[in-house]
């Protein structure tokens, strides 16, 4: 029995890399009567036949998963944006950071694009969070060295509103890849979805890497059952500060006494960041205790 890592699912046939061949792999009965599905990233297992193929056995531990797109054991998201055609709201990207640190991801922003819109002031409010922050072009070439270290040895998903360019990224990265691109559509300001399923590949950086659908498409249940008093605890920035409040049950929303609000207003946390986090508050406010419980 050997081991290895789901780097593709499709039409039932789990793909598994075990450092030297990929084997196409069925799951065994077992797995279906016990409720486990395989997911792409998962560390499997698995039986090699003589004549070709194998059969998954047993799915090791997960360190975290995602329900869409279906992926597990990401060290990372890589979250894509431009503030050229189309520009992405920062609310989108402060969702997602929210979503990897619930999930115990860590997050990298990249702004994609930079020959046409240089992304400056954006990638100011995130290096000022605390995120690794990488302005590039996949066009030119700026800053993808700067990326390779970031994702080298790690297993990372890339993800960002449809049309940011992330097949064009990792075309860029690894060009013996061909992922399939889409053309940007000027009149909506956004792309076509380019990508229909989950796929790692292996980066010669010494990584692992994903292209998934667009944040649109991404799993945010979870988030949805993420508790308020978790929700401060996903922006970093807001970690020096925590506990410093005149009121220990603070929402650091408009309270008096607020030590987030006071370095808010002393500018050491960007407003772009409060906001979203105020607006994610209400959100998750808004749903009763029973339901978050069966989330």
Request: aromatic share 8%.
């Amino acid at each position: 029995m050997a081991e290895g890592i789901i780097m593709k699912a499709l039409s039932g046939f789990y793909y598994v890399d075990d450092g030297i061949q990929l084997t196409a792999c069925r799951g065994r009965g077992r797995l279906r009567q016990q409720g486990v599905v395989p997911l792409v990233g998962d560390h499997v297992r698995f039986t090699s036949f003589a004549g070709g193929g194998g059969a998954l056995e047993d799915i090791l531990p997960r360190r975290n998963q995602f329900s869409r797109p279906a992926v597990a054991n990401i060290d990372q998201l890589v979250l894509l944006a431009s503030q050229a055609i189309p520009v992405t709201d920062p609310f989108l990207i402060d969702r997602m950071a929210v979503l990897a640190a619930y999930k115990g991801c860590a997050v990298v922003i990249c702004i994609n694009k930079c020959d046409l819109e240089s992304g400056e002031e954006l990638a100011r409010i995130y290096r000022a969070a605390g995120f690794p922050t990488v302005r590039l072009s996949a066009r030119t070439g700026e800053g993808l060295e700067e990326l390779r270290t970031l994702l080298a040895g790690k297993v990372s998903v890339f993800t960002g509103n449809s049309g940011v360019g992330k097949s064009s990224l990792l075309n860029a990265l690894e060009p013996g890849f061909s992922l399939d691109t889409g053309d940007i559509s000027r009149k909506l300001g956004r792309g076509r979805h380019t990508t229909r399923h989950v796929e790692l590949f292996r980066l010669s950086c010494g990584g692992v890497a994903a292209d998934t659908p667009g944040f649109s498409s991404f799993d945010g249940e979870h988030l949805e059952s993420c508790r308020l008093e978790e929700l401060p605890l996903c922006f970093p920035e807001f970690a020096p500060y925590l506990g410093q409040c005149r009121f220990p049950d603070c929402a650091h929303v408009k309270e008096q006494g607020c030590a987030v609000l006071q370095a808010l207003s002393d500018g050491k946390i960007q407003p772009t960041r409060h906001r979203s986090y105020v607006r994610l508050y209400e959100q998750l406010r808004q749903i009763p205790d029973w339901k978050r419980k069966k989330l």
